[in-house]
Every structure is written in C-alpha cells, then in structure tokens.
C-alpha cells in the first residue's frame, strides 16, 4: 500500500509540473515586449520580440514643436527635430526633442499626454529615454540628467554636468550609466546622487551598454572603454587605428554605442569599420570594412549595431546597411538606401528597421529589410531625415523624423515574413487541447486527494 502512495505522490507532483509548464506556454506569447531604452535592454542588442509590420500604414502621427534655430556649428542647417529614439512602456511612447522638450505620448492614438520642458536648451537633446520602474530618465543639452514621473512628468531629480549630455542613459539595478562631455557617470537611480564617474579625454555621445557587470561605451578620443560597473574602474580600452583625416589629424571617434551578446562588444568607428572584440580583454575578434564614399572624405559608422540570432546587423554614413556574421565578421548581404544613415536598426520576427536621410539628399525614409535575405519590404517616406531609431512594440513601429513628427507605423497583418509566423496567439485547437489536458490533470489530482484520504482511514 505505502508504494501505491509514493507512486500517487510522484504523479500529483509530475501534474504540477506539466500544469505550470502547459500554462506558461499559453500565457507567454501574451506577454507584453516594451522597449524600455536605447537599443532595446542594458546590452543594447537591438532585438524585438514583436511581431514584425509588414504593410506599413500610419496609425498616427504627433507634431512637435520644431527645434531651436540656433546651428549647430559644422552644420549647414539646424538639427532635426526628432533625433532622439523612442522608448515604449505601459501603452506610453516617450521621447526628447531638439526644442528642449520630452514628451510622453499615448501610443494607441497618439494623443499628448504630458511634456516636459528643459532649463534651457541650445540645440535641445539627441539623449533618447529610459524608462525604468515609473521614472523616466534621459540627458539633454542643458548639461542635466533628468528624473521623470513617467504618469505624470514632474521632475523628480536633475544630476548637472559640465557640458551637454547627448549620450542615452541605461538604467539596471538601481543604477543609472551616462555618458557627457567629460566621461561616463553612474547615478543613483532613486535619487540621482553620483556614484562614480570615469573621465575620458573625448566627448562620449555613445551610449554605455552594460553586461556582466562592466559597462562598455566608445568615446570621441577614438577609444572603447570598459569599466567595472560597479565602482568605474578602468577594466581595459581599445584605441582604434588612425581613421580619416579631419583638419589635417587622423580621427577614429566613436559615436556608436556597443552591443554586447555572448561575451563580445559589437561597435561601430569613424574609419569606417564595424569592431568585434573580446568583452573580458578588449582583444579585437575581427573587423569590416564598409566602403568609403565621396571620395578622399572617408566613412563613419556612427550606428550602432542590433545582433540577433548570430548575425551582426548595422548602417553606414556610405547609405548602406550591413549583415555581418557575428563569428567573424563576413558579409552575408548589405543593400543600399542611398544615404548617410546615423539611425540603428531593430529587429523584430525576422524583419530589420532603420532609418536614413541627411539634410535633403534624399532617401529620407524608413526601411524594412528581410533580416535574412536582404531583400527590401518596404519603405515609407517621412519628408525628413531619420536620425532616430526605429523600434517595435506590439507590432508597431514608432520612430521620429526631421520634420518634426513622431510617427506610429502598423498594419492589419503583423507576420513574420518567412514560413514561420511568430505565433502571437495559440491557435483555438491548441488552447482546446491544453484546456483538456489541464482539466484531466486537475480531475486526477482531486481523485489522488481522496485515495489518500481512503488510504489515511485504514
């Protein structure tokens, strides 16, 4: 009889386990996929778990305020408006501006839901949000950090700095990484109060991607650093080779920010070249060469890599974008869009998202490529260049143009493009059965109770 009961005994618990099992495979295609920060997480890898947007059509779109008039020096003329990415959170979408505003949108409809504006602000802020446990955190070029209520945009603290913040914060364990004129900060995510600080002797506009505990970011003194997280100590850097000449010096800055996936950071240079390197050592693994254009003035790759599923993905300022092999950097398929791209790609089920444009030349669009093929979805045209980021939340992608607009691009078929969709939602026979073997399952467990019952009275 007592091994009758042990075998009961097992089963009851192997029924739990299959109930937890069989209900964790339904509930989590449900799950909601926000994109908190630049580049999607902490690691900055670029990757969606959002159906893909396959017809584009404008759900909506949100007019802001046109930036500041001021040029910016080396320009020819002012900054778009929207060269901050978005972030998606809770049914939000949240962005900065170069008017000195963040603004907090409703992404259903796109109906404002609160602004904030900045101290002041000369060319207003290319920082992109994080949005982390209620509170938004971004840089602007009023040299603060800010601390936001997401619901409301009541400023909750500001951390000031010597110079303009343009790099995108990136907020893990209660710590907030940031770049500034000046190096790297680590913040107090609660209260904003400094941690550390790192001072590097170029401008950082990168934004810091962090794993494992070190945090990993490109500065403008041609170098990538990698810093303990935990108290900025200096773990290793990589100088790049002298990149192009500018003023008569070779220049190699690094605008891109890191991507971190399996122990190597992915990062874009100023000669031109995408980078892998050891994540624990700083030794390069291997580098790409993109093609110069415009002659003797050389090539940047200011965007920052999305690597998902071994493959390295990423723009260049020569208007192509790349398909790299993560394992040593060999081209499986590039295309051209035929213009200086600064915006990263996302990708989301198989389809890959990037911006393109540059001060009227042309091509001022948002592309979709078949990430495994190369072959062009679609494009839609904003009017403007796209500096900012395209990303993908619950089969929408949300992005920022020059002219002014925040745009929401869906369609009424979200699918991935290969003969796999993403299964979004279990099909009805699926559900049917897992409902039935769920109620045997329950069935034999009230039916295990009362033998036990019976067996316990003897």
């Given at each position: 009889m007592w091994m009758?009961?042990?075998?009961l005994n097992k089963f009851r618990v192997a029924a739990v386990v299959c109930i937890i099992f069989l209900s964790s495979s339904v509930l989590i295609p449900f799950a909601c996929a926000d994109w908190t920060m630049f580049r999607s997480d902490p690691s900055h890898s670029g990757k969606s778990t959002s159906n893909s947007v396959l017809t584009p059509t404008v759900l909506w779109n949100y007019t802001i305020p046109p930036a500041n008039p001021n040029i910016e020096e080396g320009h020819a003329a002012p900054l778009p408006a929207t060269m901050s990415s978005p972030a998606v959170v809770d049914g939000v979408v949240y962005m900065g501006s170069q008017g000195g505003s963040f603004y907090a949108v409703n992404a259903s409809n796109g109906s404002l839901l609160w602004n904030y504006t900045a101290v002041w602000s000369v060319y207003g802020t290319q920082s992109s949000p994080a949005v982390v446990n209620g509170i938004v955190y971004i840089g602007s070029d009023d040299h603060n950090v800010y601390a936001l209520n997401a619901t409301n945009g009541a400023k909750?603290?500001?951390?000031?700095?010597?110079?303009?913040?343009?790099s995108s914060p990136t907020v893990i364990d209660g710590v907030v990484y940031i770049g500034s004129a000046e190096g790297v900060?680590?913040?107090?995510?609660?209260?904003?109060?400094?941690?550390?600080?790192?001072t590097t002797s170029g401008w950082i506009e990168s934004s810091p991607?962090?794993?494992?505990?070190?945090?990993?970011v490109g500065s403008d003194d041609d170098s990538v650093y990698a810093l303990n997280a935990t108290n900025g100590a200096e773990i290793w850097n990589y100088p790049m080779p002298n990149g192009n000449i500018q003023n008569g010096a070779p220049v190699n800055e690094v605008q891109s920010s890191p991507s971190v996936v399996n122990g190597v950071v992915y990062v874009g240079a100023g000669d031109g070249n995408v980078y892998a390197l050891n994540a624990d050592n700083g030794k390069k693994i291997w580098n790409c060469t993109t093609e110069n254009f415009g002659g003797n003035t050389g090539n940047t790759v200011a965007s920052s890599p999305a690597v998902v599923n071994g493959v390295v993905y990423v723009g260049s300022y020569n208007g192509f974008v790349y398909a790299l092999k993560a394992s040593n950097g060999a081209e499986i398929w590039s295309s051209e869009i035929g213009s200086i791209t600064v915006s990263s790609?996302?990708?989301?089920?198989?389809?890959?998202?990037?911006?393109s444009g540059y001060y009227g030349t042309g091509n001022e669009n948002v592309y979709a490529f078949n990430a495994a093929t190369g072959k062009l979805l679609w494009t839609y045209d904003t009017n403007g260049q796209v500096w900012s980021s395209p990303i993908v939340v619950n089969g929408v992608v949300y992005v920022g143009s020059g002219e002014d607009t925040?745009?929401?691009l869906g369609s009424t078929s979200s699918?991935?493009?290969?003969?796999?969709p993403s299964p979004a939602i279990p099909e009805f026979s699926t559900i049917i059965s897992v409902t039935v073997i769920l109620a045997v399952t329950a069935t034999t467990l009230l039916s295990t109770k009362k033998l036990k019952k019976r067996m316990n009275s003897h």
């Open positions: 009758v009961y042990v075998q909750l603290w500001n951390f000031t700095t010597s110079y303009i913040v343009d900060y680590a913040l107090n995510a609660d209260n904003g109060a400094k941690i550390w600080n790192y991607a962090v794993a494992n505990d070190i945090l990993y790609p996302a990708v989301a089920s198989g389809v890959l998202y990037i911006g925040l745009y929401a699918q991935n493009p290969t003969a796999s």
